[in-house]
C-alpha cells in the first residue's frame, strides 16, 4: 500500500500540524468521525489563541437561472373517455315527521276602487253667440253577440261676429244608427246616417259697395239670401273576419246634396285579403271608388247644361313586411286605373309604398324612411268638410300624390318623455287648393256670388316640410305635448300656393288637479296665407285690387276647467279664443271672439 492509496489527509491549526493515513470507504469515515469527536474533546481543553483574518472581497452570494423544464404533458380529456353506464335504482322510504309549519299571513294591499264604464252617456252645454251643443249616445247589447247602438249631435249658433253686415249663424245636426255582432268567426256592423249642416256666405267684401251710395248699399246687402244647407245620407259596413284568406271589407256610402241642386254620389268598397306564405303575411288591399255628381250653374251662370263630373278608380295594393333583427320594412305599392266617365281621360297609375325603421338605441332612437304615394278622389262633401263657404259651381277631380319621400327620428328622451322629428318632400299633381271667388256688385248675382264665397283651383305642386312634435307625462296628473310643422311650397301655374300656411303650430296642456277637478289649456298658431280676389264690376271699380291678398297670421288660446260631482255626473266649463281676436280664417271671414260655453255630461246604464 503506498501513501497515495491511504488517502493521507492534512490538518493544521495553532497547536500542531501533523498527517495520519486516512484509510477510503466505510473504514475511514467510521476512523474520521472517531477522530474529530477526541480532537473536538481534546480543543475544549486546550487555549486557542488569537488570529487576524484579512478579508480581501465581500461576500457576493448568486442565485443560480432557472430553467423550464421541456416536457408536455399528456392531456386525456373527459370528452374522449368512454363513458361507462351507470345503473342505480332508489329505494325510498317514508319519514315520519311532527313538524308543523305555521301558516304565513298576507300583508293587506289597498285596493283602488276600479272605475265603472258606463255604456251610454248624454251632454248638454250653452254659451253666448247663442251657442248651444247637445249630444247623445246610447248602446244595447241585445244578446252575447248582438247589439244595437246609436249617436245623436248637434251645434250651433245664432251669430253676432262684429262687423258682420250678413246673417252668420249656423246648424250641424247629424244622427247615426249601428247594428252589428261578435261572433267567433268574424264581426260585423252595418251603419246608417243622416246630417243637416246650415251655413251663411257672410264673408262679404271690406270695400263691396265703397261706390255706391248708403241707401242703394243698404238695399243690394238686404237683397242677399246667403244661407246654404248641406244635407247627408250615409250607409256602410264592415267585416272583419278572423280566419281564412279574407281579413276584412269595407264598404261605404254617401249622398251629398245642397239647396241649389247640386247632387253627388259616392260608393267605396274595400275587401282585403291576407295570405302567410313561409313566415311572411302577404296583405292585399283592392279598392274601388267611384264619385260622381253635378252643379247645375257655373259662377258667371254662363252655362246652359248642368256641370256634370264622374270618376271611379280601380285599385290594387299588396304589401308584405319584413322583420330581421332591428330592422322592419314594409314593402308595397299601389296600381290604380282611374276612369273618367265624362271627359275619358282614363289613366294608369302606379305609386311606391315602401317604409322602413331601425332600432339605434333601442326604443330611445328609431329611425324612419320610406316613399309613399296614393290616388287621392276629391269629393264635394269633402271640401265642405274643410271650408263650408264654397259656391255651388266646383270643378271636382281627383289628385295625383306622386310620391311623399321622407325621413325621421322617434324615440324617447326619457320613460316619460317621447319625440319625433320628420322632413317630407311631396309631389302632387292636381293639388285642390282654395282661393276667393272674384265679385261683381250686381243684384241679378246669385247670393254667393259677391265675392263671398270660395272656390277649387288646381295646380301641380311640389312641398318640403318639417315636422316636428314633443309629448311628455311630467306626472301621473299632468301631460303635455307641442308639435309644429315648416313648409315651402313651390307651383306650377298659380302664383301662389292658395290659403295654405307655412308655419303651423300647437300645443296643450292638461292637469289632473285633484280627484274632482280637472283643467286643460290648449294653444295654436296658423302662419300667414295669401289669397286672391278681384272685382269684375268696371262700373264701381275705384282702384285696382291688390293681389296676391296676404291674411294675417293668428294667435288662437283656449281653455277648459271640469267638476267631477261624482262617477255620473261632471260639469264642464270651455273658453275659446280668450285673446278676443277677430282673425280670419278665410278671406273676410272673421271668427267669433271670446267664446264660452257651460255645461254638464251625463253617464247611465240602461
Do not use: C
Request: cysteine-free.
Amino acid at each position: 500500500m503506498t501513501y497515495k492509496d491511504l488517502n493521507i489527509k492534512s490538518f493544521t491549526n495553532n497547536v500542531a500540524t501533523f498527517s495520519v493515513p486516512f484509510p477510503s470507504g466505510r473504514v475511514g469515515v467510521g476512523i474520521l468521525f472517531l477522530l474529530v469527536s477526541q480532537f473536538s474533546f481534546a480543543q475544549k481543553k486546550e487555549q486557542i489563541g488569537t488570529e487576524t483574518v484579512n478579508v480581501v472581497k465581500p461576500y457576493t452570494p448568486t442565485i443560480s437561472d432557472a430553467f423550464k423544464v421541456k416536457e408536455t404533458p399528456s392531456l386525456e380529456e373527459e370528452g374522449n373517455a368512454k363513458k361507462e353506464t351507470i345503473k342505480y335504482t332508489i329505494f325510498s322510504f317514508p319519514v315520519a315527521s311532527t313538524f308543523t309549519p305555521s301558516k304565513g299571513k298576507a300583508e293587506g294591499v289597498e285596493k283602488e276602487k276600479q272605475e265603472h264604464l258606463f255604456k251610454n252617456y248624454a251632454t248638454f252645454g250653452i254659451g253666448n253667440y247663442g251657442r248651444f251643443i247637445g249630444e247623445l249616445f246610447v248602446n244595447h247589447d241585445l244578446n252575447e253577440t248582438n247589439y244595437v247602438g246609436g249617436m245623436f249631435k248637434h251645434h250651433s249658433s245664432q251669430g253676432g261676429i262684429k262687423g258682420v253686415e250678413l246673417e252668420d249663424r249656423f246648424y250641424d245636426t247629424s244622427i247615426d244608427l249601428t247594428y252589428g255582432a261578435h261572433e267567433k268567426e268574424l264581426s260585423w256592423n252595418f251603419d246608417l246616417g243622416y246630417q243637416n249642416q246650415v251655413y251663411n256666405w257672410y264673408g262679404l267684401p271690406t270695400d263691396f259697395g265703397s261706390a255706391m251710395t248708403p241707401s242703394d248699399r243698404r238695399t243690394l246687402i238686404n237683397g242677399i239670401k246667403p244661407q246654404q244647407d248641406y244635407n247627408t245620407i250615409t250607409a256602410g259596413g264592415k267585416i272583419d273576419f278572423n280566419e281564412g284568406v279574407f281579413d276584412e271589407a269595407i264598404v261605404k256610402f254617401n249622398h251629398f246634396s245642397d239647396m241649389y241642386g247640386s247632387s253627388e254620389n259616392r260608393f267605396y268598397v274595400k275587401p282585403s285579403f291576407k295570405v302567410d306564405i313561409m313566415d311572411t303575411a302577404i296583405k292585399t288591399n283592392v279598392i274601388v271608388d267611384y264619385v260622381g255628381g253635378s252643379f247645375k250653374k257655373n259662377y258667371s251662370n254662363t252655362n246652359i247644361e248642368p256641370l256634370k263630373y264622374g270618376f271611379t278608380n280601380f285599385g290594387i295594393a299588396p304589401s308584405f313586411v319584413v322583420l330581421k333583427d332591428d330592422w322592419t320594412l314594409n314593402i308595397g305599392a299601389g296600381i290604380f286605373y282611374s276612369l273618367d266617365n265624362e271627359k275619358s281621360n282614363n289613366k294608369f297609375l302606379i305609386y311606391p309604398q315602401i317604409s322602413a325603421s331601425y332600432k339605434v338605441v333601442g326604443d330611445l332612437m328609431i329611425f324612419y324612411a320610406g316613399a309613399e304615394g296614393n290616388l287621392e278622389q276629391n269629393s264635394y262633401q269633402d271640401f265642405v268638410k274643410e271650408n263650408p263657404f264654397l259656391s255651388p259651381t266646383l270643378n271636382i277631380a281627383p289628385t295625383d300624390k306622386q310620391y311623399d319621400i321622407f325621413a325621421g327620428l322617434k324615440g324617447k328622451l326619457t320613460n316619460n318623455v317621447s319625440y319625433n322629428v320628420r322632413g317630407s318632400y311631396l309631389n302632387e299633381r292636381n293639388k285642390a287648393l282654395f282661393r276667393s271667388n272674384d265679385y261683381n256688385e250686381n243684384s241679378t248675382n246669385e247670393n254667393y256670388a259677391f265675392g263671398n264665397s270660395l272656390q277649387i283651383v288646381y295646380d301641380d305642386m311640389r312641398t318640403l316640410s318639417f315636422y316636428g312634435e314633443l309629448k311628455a307625462d311630467f306626472s301621473k296628473n299632468v301631460t303635455f305635448g307641442v308639435n309644429g310643422t315648416f313648409s315651402s311650397y313651390t307651383n306650377d301655374f298659380q302664383s301662389e300656393a292658395w290659403n295654405l300656411p307655412k308655419v303651423k303650430v300647437n300645443s296643450n296642456i292638461d292637469f289632473a288637479i285633484t280627484k274632482k277637478w280637472f283643467a286643460g289649456v290648449n294653444v295654436f298658431y296658423v302662419g300667414e296665407r295669401k289669397d286672391y280676389k278681384t272685382n269684375t264690376d268696371l262700373v264701381y271699380i275705384v282702384a285696382p285690387s291688390q293681389n296676391p291678398i296676404v291674411l294675417k297670421s293668428y294667435f288662437d288660446l283656449n281653455a277648459n276647467v271640469g267638476f267631477k260631482y261624482n262617477e255620473r255626473f261632471t260639469a264642464f266649463l270651455r273658453a275659446n279664443n280668450i285673446t278676443n281676436k277677430a282673425y280670419e280664417k278665410w278671406l273676410d271671414y272673421t271668427v267669433q271672439g271670446f267664446q264660452i260655453v257651460a255645461g254638464v255630461n251625463y253617464k247611465f246604464d240602461f
